[in-house]
């Protein structure tokens, strides 16, 4: 059979106009029942130990750890209050993101991860509790973090929440994709729509968005065709959901007002600044929960971390894009009245090694720092019960070889930070535990960051 991802990413998931029909049978009221959860996954890993620093005496700890790494005391951007003991400054590209802090729209959740229980580090030193699978693994870790279940079910923790959800709250596209890996958003039985900033309203010939367009005309005949060939079938199903998520996502970048936010021209600038104008849309026709993955890569910083050429920027260049993306989004959001209806988390597959590697850069380590944004979060707070000591070799590094170089057991889980987000959504607590059947180690099931 066909595969409808490969389809869906050759023929361009972005739509047109000329589906209100469809639409307009949407009842009005549910726009006051709409909520959306945009996640931005950082693909490669990001070093949160170059973006959350201490000020205080913790911070000598850092500067003498990562000698080459290490960003200048008077240039980290200062949060306001102390917090798990520690007063924090983030990094000079984040000045935005302290900003919102400030205005309470963000929250840091400090040394997130990959976890099956709780850990401490004795148990991580005499082997004696459940490890995630291959740590450490770009693609096993990605897949982790987003919920996959094993070989044996390879949904991710938004699909399996939408799978829960009642019929009439996944009434239009529940699960989005602006990623190439998107495990977070994939499920059982609900269905998936791709999009990409990049696309347009043509698949050769065919100007979706005319209505008079023969060449539109044979596309749509073709996606109505039925046939009793498996293939055929196939074919004809994943052409007519292909062509419908085109001329949606079309009619919402025709028909929103344009985002009141300044985005950076670079990727993720492009992909949120979309995603505003699609979100107000969505919720003007009658959309009632969904789910967006976002993908920006070029994280893995093993050398020239601190670059600053355009052609290959360091991470203090691609994380200030996100910043300033996240910032015009948010305030796109506001701009088009829906404040409390959109919350927007970030987060990647692992930290970064506290000791910098040998061309200027770190390498893969395990817990790191995530991101939540917007009306409903409970912003100007750092979540946790503590901070990593930052030695390489000291008390809280859980090095996977010799010598130490710096990286820290998680005390949050990946399954927890989610948790918080699934009841937003409105799954109950046992329905989140069906979700991720982790959560039932954890003493404590979510964070409390909403």
Request: hydrophobic share 40%; glycine share 10%; aromatic share 10%.
């Amino acid at each position: 059979m066909m595969d409808r991802r490969k389809f869906l990413m050759h023929s361009g998931a972005v739509s047109l106009a000329g589906i209100a029909a469809t639409l307009g049978s949407i009842q009005s009221v549910q726009a006051a029942d709409y909520k959306a959860l945009v996640v931005v996954f950082l693909s490669g890993g990001h070093d949160g130990n170059n973006i959350l620093v201490p000020l205080d005496a913790a911070y000598n700890d850092y500067a003498k750890a990562r000698p080459s790494l290490a960003l200048p005391k008077d240039s980290l951007v200062k949060l306001s209050g102390s917090y798990i003991g520690h007063q924090f400054g983030l990094s000079p590209a984040n000045r935005a993101l302290a900003t919102l802090f400030e205005q309470k729209r963000l929250a840091v959740i400090a040394n997130a991860g990959a976890l099956v229980q709780p850990t401490t580090m004795a148990q991580f030193k005499d082997k004696s509790v459940k490890l995630p699978p291959f740590l450490g693994s770009h693609a096993e870790q990605e897949q982790w973090i987003q919920g996959w279940m094993g070989d044996e079910n390879t949904t991710g923790w938004g699909g399996r929440a939408m799978d829960l959800m009642a019929a009439d709250l996944k009434n239009m596209q529940p699960l989005v994709a602006m990623a190439n890996d998107y495990t977070a958003v994939v499920s059982n039985s609900t269905s998936l729509s791709l999009a990409s900033s990049r696309s347009g309203s043509r698949w050769g010939e065919a100007e979706l968005s005319d209505a008079n367009s023969l060449a539109r005309q044979r596309v749509e005949w073709a996606s109505r065709l039925q046939s009793g060939n498996a293939y055929d079938s196939e074919f004809s199903r994943s052409l007519r959901a292909a062509y419908n998520d085109t001329v949606i996502f079309a009619k919402g970048q025709a028909s929103s007002a344009a985002p009141s936010g300044n985005f950076p021209d670079a990727q993720i600038g492009r992909d949120l600044r979309y995603l505003a104008k699609h979100l107000s849309y969505s919720k003007q026709v009658g959309a009632r929960r969904q789910i967006y993955l976002v993908q920006d890569g070029g994280y893995d910083t093993h050398a020239d971390q601190l670059s600053t050429s355009a052609t290959m920027p360091g991470l203090e260049m691609k994380i200030s894009d996100v910043s300033n993306s996240l910032s015009a989004f948010d305030q796109s959001i506001q701009s088009y009245g829906m404040n409390n209806d959109v919350i927007t988390v970030v987060m990647s597959e692992f930290g970064r090694t506290l000791d910098p590697a040998a061309g200027v850069g770190s390498d893969h380590a395990w817990g790191n720092h995530w991101f939540a944004m917007g009306g409903p979060v409970k912003g100007g707070n750092i979540y946790g019960n503590n901070f990593p000591t930052l030695q390489t070799g000291g008390v809280d590094d859980a090095s996977f070889w010799q010598p130490y170089r710096g990286q820290w057991i998680p005390q949050f889980s990946s399954d927890q930070f989610m948790a918080d987000l699934i009841q937003w959504l409105g799954l109950t607590p046992a329905q989140a535990l069906a979700v991720m059947p982790n959560l039932a180690n954890f003493p404590k099931k979510t964070i409390g960051y909403i």
